[in-house]
């Protein structure tokens, strides 16, 4: 019952729609000119020219490009960690379980086929360390754990310097916007006093002024973006390091007992 009376409620407001847009098409439409458009945008809102792409090259100068490029760049990045700074590709449960049953059976060399199809940084430590013990059967345990510890703040390092180029993007943007500001303020004072002194000269420098703080109004809205994403993404690669230390850990302590294992059955021969 319900379900017919909001059926018919939907065709009824179908019906309702269609009327009002066959009576809207029936009408007129008035003429309007590219000019009076833009115009009225312009009127409604006096940066309507600064959206457009050809706009603000014009407004902000030669310093519009290396700024549109580091808003290019920073979006791509954003879009980039939000898609691989993730669990998955630092550590994940499948590869513990695994490694876990192939320890305790001491099958390395099948440990090592399985971090050489996995890409996570705990599986490149792993692969690192089961090389190094494979291809030098009479380390002790101590040197099997240095090149672990050794690879895991190189994979910590990589983790770190990936985001770090978005910090560096939010703090060189505002200082491009602040150069273009600087360049546009000279050209506007140089060309005021070739004018002389007037009215006329006032209006010009307020409008160079203006144009000119672009620049730095451009470099702000690139700059306070990508660092509040590089915090976000800083404390989140900061969290899957703790778990990868953690994770690193259990395998250690793992291969700390099948190496204990091993030397009391050589001792007992």
């Not at 499948?94 to 049953?101: G, I, P, Q, T, V």
């Not at 070739?194 to 730095?216: F, M």
């Amino acid at each position: 019952m319900h379900r017919k009376i909001l059926l018919a409620l939907a065709l009824l407001a179908a019906v309702i729609v269609t009327m009002n847009v066959s009576a809207q098409a029936q009408q007129p439409a008035p003429v309007v000119t590219p000019a009076a458009t833009q115009a009225a945008a312009l009127e409604d809102n006096p940066y309507a020219d600064v959206l457009t792409f050809d706009g603000f090259v014009k407004r902000t100068g030669v310093m519009a490009y290396p700024l549109i490029g580091l808003s290019m760049i920073a979006f791509f990045m954003i879009v980039l960690f939000t898609f691989t700074v993730r669990q998955g590709t630092v550590v994940s449960d499948a590869f513990m379980n695994s490694a876990d049953a192939l320890i305790r059976k001491q099958d390395y060399l099948g440990l090592l086929a399985v971090c050489n199809r996995r890409n996570e940084c705990i599986a490149r430590i792993t692969a690192k360390t089961l090389d190094f013990a494979t291809r030098n059967p009479t380390a002790s345990f101590e040197e099997v754990k240095e090149v672990t510890e050794a690879e895991g703040n190189r994979q910590s390092s990589l983790l770190l310097a990936r985001i770090a180029y978005l910090g560096d993007v939010g703090a060189v943007a505002p200082m491009l916007g602040l150069l273009g500001t600087t360049l546009g303020m000279i050209t506007t004072f140089h060309e005021i006093s070739g004018k002389g002194a007037g009215g006329s000269s006032q209006l010009g420098l307020a409008q160079g002024v203006s144009e000119a703080l672009l620049c730095t109004a451009s470099g702000l809205v690139i700059g306070i973006p990508a660092l509040i994403f590089y915090a976000i993404f800083r404390g989140k690669v900061n969290r899957l390091i703790s778990e990868m230390e953690a994770a690193t850990t259990h395998l250690m302590a793992l291969l700390a007992v099948q190496y204990k294992r091993a030397a009391r059955a050589v001792a007992g021969q």
